[in-house]
């Protein structure tokens, strides 16, 4: 195999692969809808970076390493099904909701009771726009970073750059080299269809006037993570009991 058929050949591959719907998607709309199109953009970004460096790391032989020391990649599979969690957590609304419950019961404690029930109305209003949309957007980078370290806990993409790089390396050609090559290759393809979901959520979101409707995708987007990460951790849980 030539250097360009392992380019093509790896191309088809990780196209098909970057349009099945799936933990990177998720993260992409999310970012998108709740706070605009380059946010979404730029975690689509971040999830490419995370791709470049499973490349990079099968390229360098990730796969011998992690079979001599199976155990790490377990942490690193536990790690990501937790992180999954937090990001269940934040998407679906209720750290935000926690937060304001926490600041409004704090301040209700301290006005006069008369002064607080004629606001009472006032705070659960307030709470429940928090928990559909957030009171100041985040900053690119951090839309970067989430996307980043999405994709790096990735049980699906390091398991796919485990398995498939070695097959793709080339006599002649240098590992890293290589790794570079098809990172890229797949980053570039991942990057283009996840450009296009963060354009076509940010403007579905800005189409979705209903409240209660944000607030359902929200928990919705949210489960899905919290599975994502359930089903991770439990796999990890199998593996040693089995």
């Known amino acids: 195999m030539t250097y360009m058929q392992a380019l093509l050949g790896f191309a088809v591959l990780a196209g098909a692969m970057a349009m099945v719907p799936g933990l990177d998607m998720v993260m992409t709309m999310n970012e998108a809808i709740h706070y605009g199109r380059r946010n979404g953009i730029m975690a689509g970004f971040g999830i490419q970076c995370?791709?470049?460096?499973?490349?990079?790391?099968?390229s360098l032989g990730l796969a011998a390493l992690?079979?001599?020391f199976p155990?790490?990649?377990d942490i690193i599979r536990v790690i990501g099904g937790m992180y999954l969690f937090y990001l269940a957590w934040s998407m679906s609304g209720m750290s935000d909701w926690a937060?304001?419950?926490l600041g409004i019961a704090t301040k209700q404690t301290e006005m006069q009771p008369r002064e607080a029930a004629d606001d009472s109305t006032a705070s659960t209003e307030s709470v429940a726009r928090s928990m559909i949309a957030p009171t100041s957007r985040p900053s690119l980078f951090s839309s970067w970073w989430r996307?980043?370290?999405t994709d790096f806990f990735n049980p699906k993409i390091g398991v796919f750059y485990i398995a498939v790089i070695p097959q793709f390396l080339v006599s002649g050609v240098g590992n890293l080299q290589m790794g570079l090559s098809l990172?890229?290759?797949?980053?570039i393809e991942g990057g283009v269809i996840l450009t296009v979901v963060a354009c076509a959520a940010a403007t579905f979101s800005a189409k979705l006037t209903s409240s209660r409707g944000k607030s359902i995708l929200s928990i919705v987007t949210g489960g899905?993570?919290?599975l994502l990460g359930g089903a991770t951790i439990l796999d990890v849980v199998r593996s040693h009991t089995a």
């Open 50 to 58: 995370g791709v470049l460096v499973w490349a990079v790391a099968a």
């Open 66 to 68: 992690i079979s001599a």
């Open 71 to 73: 155990l790490a990649y």
């Open 99 to 101: 937060k304001r419950k």
């Open 147 to 149: 996307g980043f370290l």
């Open 183 to 187: 990172g890229l290759i797949h980053a």
């Open 224 to 226: 899905v993570m919290a």
